[in-house]
């Protein structure tokens, strides 16, 4: 097992020392989803929620989410973000909005949880609003889908189709329930 490197050695949680660690360019892509009824799903494709501009209003949050993760989550060093993008797809096969974050700096610490932070954020707009048309809406699958730089070099997750599977399954678990609640 690795070291823990967010405990000191008397077991006590601290911010790791990344002052020795070379700066490197660094990437992280996250994605996730959001999963509702086609009658949501068309009203937001179509610029008909009640709450205006929900992509617009979700981009920029996810944008503001990933500049403020050190603030959100314990331990993270603030970083100097040189770039991040919040992108949606339709997916109308499964009723979704698909979220795609990319994250860059030139740092010595990896932009992961900002990816992730702008992709559970950007999500949590879409709920927000939308919720007036629908409160049955899953948000779901937030994971990081690849990263770049630092030490450790690049990673990719080996197999993002079966992630679509897990999601495909969770989907059909949803409206079932769903249906049984006269959605």
């Not at 009640?50 to 403020?68: E, F, N, Q, S």
């Not at 993760?69 to 973000?81: M, Q, Y």
């Amino acid at each position: 097992m690795s070291e823990l490197t967010h405990l000191d050695a008397q077991g006590q949680a601290h911010m790791v020392d990344v002052g020795a660690k070379a700066e490197t360019e660094r990437e992280a892509i996250a994605a996730g989803r959001v999963l509702m009824r086609p009658e949501t799903l068309h009203l937001l494709q179509a610029g008909n929620l009640p709450k205006g501009d929900v992509l617009g209003t979700a981009r920029v949050a996810g944008i503001m989410a990933a500049k403020r993760t050190a603030e959100l989550i314990p331990l993270c060093h603030p970083l100097l973000l040189t770039k991040v993008a919040v992108e949606f797809a339709f997916n109308e096969a499964e009723w979704a909005v698909e979220i795609t974050a990319t994250v860059r700096c030139h740092g010595q610490t990896g932009v992961e949880m900002e990816a992730l932070t702008a992709v559970s954020v950007a999500a949590l707009t879409i709920y927000d609003m939308a919720k007036a048309v629908e409160r049955g809406m899953v948000i779901s699958d937030i994971r990081l889908v690849e990263k770049r730089g630092g030490k450790s070099g690049e990673w990719k997750r080996m197999n993002e189709s079966a992630n679509q599977q897990i999601s495909k399954s969770a989907n059909q678990r949803i409206s079932k329930s769903t249906n049984r609640e006269g959605r």
